[in-house]
């Protein structure tokens, strides 16, 4: 009876606050190059993501809880690591995760490559993707959505193309479609290519194919190595040059 309970009241908290992302959804400007693929990207999508990350932040509380707790002893604070990230329309917003890196500097007093101070402790935390979750207050703030385009760095607004643009008409996402194609195995080129595929056929069984198909991919531990930002700027720099596409890994 009190684990019934418990249970109906985590549904009614998620519930208020996904009628709550629905009003102010409603309410906010939409683009004028993106008008919504259909009823559910338009009425149910914001919602239903509200719904379900607001209730998985109360049931895994706990989780989060203890690896702060090993963050903390294992990395030092801060536990949180946030970032400037652009959102739907190019708004930026800051994006949370556990930290799964150390502070070394060099004697000149720069950080390290990522390879060296990414700790095999960073590495676990990033193979099943616990260092994602504080990404669910994002999707609850409507930064995110639990399905869309990987949130990418600022620096690389100016370079985008029209086509690789619209991955900006919806909000990015804490899973994507090139998370079940071979997430960083993926070229870049592939990767907008996926991206842009998503924006422009949203709907509820997409959703959910990737959904499903990204814990499957956690739960095989693929595709979790890491992924600097060179790939993306090596890609930029060689169509600044003139490359064809086809030359651009």
């Given amino acids: 009876m009190i684990i019934l309970k418990i249970i109906l009241w985590i549904v009614a908290i998620a519930a208020v606050v996904g009628v709550v992302a629905l009003i102010t959804d409603l309410f906010q400007k939409q683009s004028v190059t993106h008008k919504p693929y259909g009823p559910y990207e338009r009425f149910i999508k914001r919602p239903l993501d509200a719904f379900l990350s607001a209730g998985a932040l109360i049931v895994l509380s706990p989780v989060l809880l203890v690896t702060a707790i090993f963050v903390r002893f294992k990395l030092g604070s801060p536990v949180l690591f946030t970032q400037d990230r652009p959102g739907r329309y190019e708004k930026i917003f800051k994006l949370f995760k556990f930290r799964t890196m150390t502070d070394e500097k060099d004697s000149e007093g720069n950080l390290l490559p990522d ?60 899973t994507n479609l090139v998370s079940i194609h071979g997430r960083n195995a993926v070229s870049v080129q592939d990767k907008f290519k996926y991206d842009v595929e998503y924006v422009n056929h949203i709907s509820f069984l997409m959703d959910l194919k990737i959904f499903f198909g990204t814990i499957a991919v956690v739960l095989k531990h693929e595709g979790t190595e890491l992924e600097g930002g060179g790939k993306y700027i090596d890609y930029f720099k060689a169509r600044m040059k003139g490359d064809t596409d086809e030359n651009i890994s």
């Avoid at 504080?134 to 193309?161: F, H, S, T, W």
């Fill in 115 to 174: 390879e060296i101070h990414l700790t095999s402790f960073g590495r676990k935390l990033r193979s099943t993707s616990l260092d994602e979750l504080p990404q669910l207050i994002n999707i609850i703030k409507g930064d995110m959505a639990i399905v869309g385009p990987r949130a990418l760095l600022i620096e690389y607004l100016p370079y985008y193309n029209d086509e690789e643009k619209q991955r900006h008409s919806v909000r990015p996402g804490l």
